[in-house]
């Protein structure tokens, strides 16, 4: 089977340093690892995608076109209607509510148009979380082809420490308990949260070490909050070489703002849980269907440090407790792969129609 696997967004581009581009690159290499002959096609330019999309049907044929969702990109859905092939629209954001709330939204009313002739032509639509889903149906999708899949991880890449591991000695001192961070620290990750809790904790005598890697002015937040002795930091790591830095991590600590938007599904999540760190999750979007309080991470009230830091020395008290949840995380993040994503695309479209 031939896929093309289309990105229409300009801004990624394959290897930035971006989460985008990471799931743009695993779930092209996931359809190839299910056997499928991908064709990667990075192109804004809609007449060039309808040309390069006609050139790869006259020489071998395409099957299957996976898209990811580009506000106002209707030449690769109208291309595939027009032809009977299926296309499957990968959605990761409510980017038209986005555009119109940080940038004013002048052309509105013309994304919505096109967008409705992508969504209502696609054969499945597979959203990130439950509100980018509703987002999808509102402009076209229909609701029985529309499924909601969290981001998936590499569990080839993304695996739990090895007694003794170089890295974590690297990183961490010896008889410490470390609270990880990994990615391009934003606004919305309420890192204030975070660095407040450390300090609590630090306060009450837990062995806490914070391991902050890639980018951000973590130091704002942490100065004279948490002393450098407690702290390492880790410039920028590419993606297929942070996996042993992420399995250094006892714990995960999300700490997104209460009015944080709900439609997000975070990389840094499936990762750390694949690695057996034990996310530490505020109630927010669909957070709570990508773990399960007590079984593969701690829950608490989102924006409530007193409830942060009890579930952190609940989890640096409680060997046993941590132990069961390492375990329950890595369970968990192996049914969440990129491979078992793809694997469902095709068992939806391709597969169920006979093709090998």
């Not at 940080?102 to 009313?109: H, M, S």
């Not at 890295?167 to 919305?188: D, I, S």
Request: hydrophobic share 45%.
């Amino acid at each position: 089977m031939r896929i093309v696997c289309l990105n229409q967004d300009a801004g990624i581009a394959p290897g930035r340093k971006k989460g985008a581009a990471v799931h743009l690159a695993a779930m092209r290499e996931a359809f190839a690892v299910q056997g499928a002959a991908v064709v990667a096609l990075d192109e804004a330019d809609e007449s060039k995608v309808e040309e390069r999309l006609g050139a790869l049907a006259a020489d071998g044929g395409i099957e299957l076109v996976y898209e990811r969702y580009a506000l106002g990109k209707a030449g690769g859905a109208r291309w595939c209607q027009a032809r009977g092939i299926p296309l499957v629209v990968e959605v990761n954001a409510p980017l038209a509510e986005e555009e119109t709330r940080y940038r004013g939204g002048a052309e509105a009313a013309a994304w919505g148009a096109r967008d409705h002739e992508l969504f209502s032509a696609a054969a499945l639509v597979v959203a990130v979380s439950s509100e980018v889903a509703r987002y999808a149906v509102e402009r076209g999708a229909r609701p029985e082809r529309t499924h909601v899949r969290a981001n998936g991880v590499d569990t080839a890449r993304f695996r739990p420490r090895a007694s003794g591991d170089p890295v974590r000695a690297k990183l961490v001192p010896e008889g410490r308990f470390a609270l990880g961070f990994h990615g391009r620290l934003r606004p919305w990750h309420g890192f204030g949260l975070f660095a407040r809790a450390a300090e609590r904790l630090l306060a009450a005598g837990a062995p806490v070490h914070l391991v902050l890697i890639g980018e951000g002015e973590f130091e704002r937040e942490l100065e004279g909050r948490v002393p450098a002795e407690r702290i390492t930091r880790v410039p920028w790591v590419e993606h297929h070489e942070i996996g042993p830095y992420v399995a250094s991590f006892d714990v995960l600590p999300l700490t997104y703002d209460p009015d944080a938007p709900c439609y997000f599904s975070p990389l840094k999540l499936a990762e750390a849980m694949a690695c057996g760190a034990v996310p530490v999750l505020p109630r927010l979007g669909d957070l709570e269907h990508a773990a399960r309080h007590e079984v593969d991470a701690l829950f608490y009230p989102a924006g409530d440090l007193s409830e942060l830091v009890a579930a952190i020395r609940t989890l640096v008290d409680d060997r046993r407790l941590y132990t069961r949840l390492s375990t329950g995380a890595v369970t968990s993040a192996q049914a969440k792969s990129w491979n078992a994503i793809a694997a469902f695309v095709l068992a939806e479209t391709i597969r169920p129609r006979g093709h090998a």
